[in-house]
T-cell receptor, first 111, second 118 residues
Framework: EDQVTQSPEALRLQEGESSSLNCSYT??????LFWYRQDPGKGPEFLFT???AGEEKEKERLKATLTKKESFLHITAPKPEDSATYLC????????????FGAGTTVTVRA | NAGVTQTPKFQVLKTGQSMTLQCAQD?????MSWYRQDPGMGLRLIHY???????DQGEVPNGYNVSRSTTEDFPLRLLSAAPSQTSVYFC?????????????????FGPGTRLLVL
């Protein structure tokens, strides 16, 4: 069974203080690793998909990287508007349709 | 495009009552799914559909029914509500039935329905 563990559960940052979120996974044949952002009271919003170890993707202050066992979401010089819960999910080779989600990391950026 | 819409936004039920959570998308997506989100846990797949007339069970299907008579709509029915079904429910859709297919994997989520069962 595919498993995803995110750490830390919560992260409090000062504006401008860069940091990283971790997503550790076990999956039979990774087809894709997904990062989502979720604001309070809203549905998850797609950020990135990574397909193979060594791949990196960037969007504004966010950069996602992937190894064979984990993914990192780096937040560079965060702003208060980056405050949200960040979700990681994987799709394994055994199932076309199912994403396995981690519990998320809640990031709070103080001005 | 409205994207993925869900109604109602919030609902309170008594144990044993039934109800239907509505989900609609206007992007002509093949794949639609229902998840529930509970504190401290990841989103868990309840049911999914790969096209009109085709549905299948996800990770936590017990107590829920679905049908897909049109491409646009994918309602979730609670047959006899239980307190354990108190949760936030999200509907999602994507173009591709194979989420890992490059360039077609973006899954769009609705705003959610918050359900409280007393």
């Amino acid at each position: 069974e595919d498993q995803v563990t995110q750490s830390p559960e919560a992260l409090r940052l000062q504006e401008g203080e860069s940091s990283s979120l971790n997503c550790s996974y076990t999956v039979s044949g990774l087809r894709g690793l997904f990062w989502y952002r979720q604001d309070p009271g809203k549905g998850p919003e797609f950020l990135f998909t990574l397909y193979s170890a060594g791949e990196e993707k960037e969007k504004e202050r966010l950069k996602a990287t992937l190894t064979k066992k984990e993914s990192f979401l780096h937040i560079t010089a965060p702003k208060p508007e980056d405050s949200a819960t960040y979700l990681c999910a994987v799709q394994g080779g055994s199932n076309d349709y199912k994403l396995s989600f981690g519990a998320g990391t809640t990031v709070t950026v103080r001005a | 495009n409205a994207g993925v819409t869900q109604t109602p936004k919030f609902q309170v039920l008594k144990t044993g009552q039934s109800m239907t959570l509505q989900c609609a998308q206007d992007m002509n997506h093949e794949y639609m799914s229902w998840y529930r989100q509970d504190p401290g846990m990841g989103l868990r797949l309840i049911h999914y559909s790969v096209g009109a007339g085709i549905t299948d069970q996800g990770e936590v299907p017990n107590g829920y029914n679905v049908s897909r008579s049109t491409t646009e709509d994918f309602p979730l029915r609670l047959l006899s509500a239980a307190p354990s079904q108190t949760s936030v429910y999200f509907c999602a859709s994507s173009y591709s039935r194979t989420l890992g297919r490059r360039g077609q994997e973006t899954q769009y989520f609705g705003p959610g329905t918050r359900l409280l069962v007393l």
